[in-house]
């Protein structure tokens, strides 16, 4: 599974390396010089406090690191092995135990725990994120034992949420190999509520896919939850093609002449608001999946301008819904903000979506009546369920 943006690979070692004389800070110390002492890792290096990790460089596939922590056979007898954190104490650990009921919980289990990771993934920072054992264990407590993916995931989000919503902090979350480990002891109550805010978004969000007999409403409340890697709906399946632009203004309707300059330049780019909260963008590329009526879209212009120019925008609706409804549009048109109010930044421009069809945006930078640059269309695919197309009707 691949990460989302600004996500890594990372894969977790564990180093049998320590003996029962050493202390965390020794044995992190210890592994820490045997990796700056090979010239392989030397470079790579990145302290933490229960680990060492050894970051690598970008490459095709992407980001990725590797965090190997020092281990010791058990002292404590409770458990197989322990390791350290830096600064405190060692602390049991079973991972080979681990390993094995996870894989006991069977294949139903494991699709839930990788679809609400993708979630997880999706929608909070690494910062401030559930740790993967602590989602897992809640995972194995409320997942239905039948049911097919859509189902058990909807009936997972949900019990969850019941169980966790009243809650003002964290509750115990057992080890189920280690039955003395509370996984939940370093979740914070900060960080507790985040998470059950977008437990209840989800809920919302799924609550909405299951009552719907409008496949693209459907579609679009799952991609809300699990992301953009959400199969979509293809743009031509639905008929969504561009329609008539010769309502579209022209540069001489407000007495601008065009001489493109070299110098100058202009490129946009769009970005879809998803959930109900703050500003959680993610990339929409042009002619890409409908986007459901009633979401907003955010339109960024990149501009390199050796003199001052200003920017314009152009916004092109096409198609038989937005002629219906008497609102097609084609002007040259300053920024708005989110809120439809002037944009105090001429180059990010907000939309909502309304109209079945697909639709244009771009923008032109214009210094002294003179279009000196021009950037590609964004063409964006609306779906409303206001409107049925002549096939679907």
Same mark, same amino acid.
């Given at each position: 599974?691949?990460?989302?943006?600004?996500?890594?690979y990372?894969?977790?070692?564990?180093?049998?390396?320590?003996?029962?004389?050493?202390?965390?800070?020794?044995?992190l110390?210890?592994?820490?010089?045997?990796?700056?002492?090979?010239?392989?890792?030397?470079?790579?290096?990145?302290?933490?406090?229960?680990?060492i990790?050894?970051?690598?460089?970008p490459?095709?596939?992407?980001?990725?690191?590797?965090?190997?922590?020092?281990?010791?056979?058990s002292?404590m007898?409770?458990?197989?092995l322990?390791?350290?954190?830096?600064?405190?104490?060692w602390?049991?650990t079973?991972?080979?135990?681990?390993?094995?009921w996870?894989?006991?919980?069977?294949?139903?289990y494991?699709?839930?725990?990788?679809a609400?990771?993708?979630w997880?993934?999706?929608?909070?920072?690494?910062?401030? /994120?559930?740790?993967?054992?602590?989602?897992q264990?809640?995972?194995?407590?409320?997942?239905?034992?039948?049911?097919?993916?859509a189902s058990?995931?909807?009936q997972?989000?949900e019990?969850?949420?019941?169980?966790?919503?009243?809650?003002s902090?964290?509750?115990?979350?057992w080890?189920?190999?280690l039955?003395?480990?509370d996984?939940?002891v370093?979740?914070?109550?900060?960080?507790?509520?985040?998470?059950?805010?977008?437990?209840?978004?989800?809920?919302e969000?799924?609550?909405q896919?299951n009552?719907?007999?409008?496949?693209v409403?459907?579609?679009?409340?799952?991609?809300e939850v699990?992301?953009?890697?959400f199969?979509?709906?293809?743009?031509?399946?639905?008929?969504?093609l561009?329609?008539?632009t010769?309502?579209?203004?022209?540069?001489?309707?407000?007495?601008?002449?065009?001489?493109?300059?070299?110098?100058?330049?202009?490129?946009?780019?769009?970005?879809?608001?998803?959930?109900?909260?703050?500003?959680?963008?993610?990339?929409?590329?042009?002619?890409?999946p409908?986007?459901?009526?009633?979401?907003?879209l955010?339109?960024?212009a990149d501009v390199r301008?050796?003199?001052? /120019?200003?920017?314009?925008?152009?916004?092109?609706?096409?198609?038989?819904?937005?002629?219906?409804?008497?609102?097609l549009?084609?002007?040259?048109?300053?920024?708005?903000?989110?809120?439809?109010?002037?944009?105090?930044?001429?180059?990010?421009?907000w939309?909502?979506?309304?109209?079945?069809?697909?639709?244009?945006?771009?923008?032109?930078?214009?210094?002294?009546?003179?279009?000196?640059?021009v950037?590609?269309?964004?063409?964006?695919?609306?779906w409303?369920?206001n409107?049925?197309?002549?096939?679907?009707?």
């Amino acid at each position: 599974m691949e990460p989302v943006d600004g996500g890594e690979y990372d894969i977790d070692l564990a180093a049998i390396c320590a003996s029962r004389l050493d202390s965390p800070n020794k044995a992190l110390g210890d592994l820490e010089k045997a990796f700056r002492g090979d010239g392989r890792f030397a470079s790579r290096v990145k302290l933490k406090k229960p680990c060492i990790r050894l970051e690598y460089a970008p490459d095709d596939v992407g980001k990725f690191h590797v965090d190997v922590v020092p281990t010791r056979w058990s002292v404590m007898h409770r458990s197989p092995l322990e390791v350290p954190r830096r600064n405190e104490d060692w602390h049991g650990t079973a991972p080979a135990e681990y390993t094995q009921w996870c894989l006991a919980q069977g294949e139903q289990y494991a699709r839930t725990v990788k679809a609400l990771k993708r979630w997880r993934d999706d929608q909070q920072s690494v910062r401030t /994120a559930i740790k993967s054992i602590v989602l897992q264990v809640l995972v194995s407590e409320h997942m239905p034992r039948s049911g097919d993916d859509a189902s058990r995931i909807t009936q997972t989000i949900e019990s969850m949420t019941a169980s966790l919503e009243s809650l003002s902090r964290p509750p115990a979350v057992w080890n189920p190999v280690l039955p003395d480990e509370d996984l939940a002891v370093r979740w914070t109550p900060q960080s507790f509520a985040n998470f059950v805010r977008e437990l209840k978004e989800a809920r919302e969000w799924l609550r909405q896919a299951n009552k719907t007999d409008d496949l693209v409403e459907c579609i679009e409340a799952w991609r809300e939850v699990l992301g953009e890697d959400f199969p979509a709906s293809p743009p031509n399946r639905l008929g969504l093609l561009l329609g008539d632009t010769s309502h579209e203004q022209g540069f001489a309707a407000r007495n601008w002449r065009q001489a493109i300059d070299p110098t100058y330049s202009i490129r946009v780019s769009a970005t879809q608001q998803r959930g109900k909260r703050g500003p959680n963008l993610r990339r929409y590329a042009s002619g890409g999946p409908p986007v459901f009526a009633g979401h907003k879209l955010r339109f960024k212009a990149d501009v390199r301008a050796p003199y001052s /120019a200003e920017v314009w925008w152009q916004v092109t609706n096409t198609g038989a819904h937005a002629q219906n409804q008497r609102s097609l549009r084609g002007k040259f048109l300053k920024a708005k903000s989110i809120n439809d109010a002037p944009s105090k930044d001429e180059t990010e421009h907000w939309e909502s979506t309304a109209y079945t069809g697909t639709h244009r945006v771009r923008a032109v930078l214009v210094r002294q009546n003179t279009v000196v640059a021009v950037s590609d269309w964004i063409e964006v695919n609306i779906w409303s369920p206001n409107w049925r197309t002549a096939w679907g009707q």
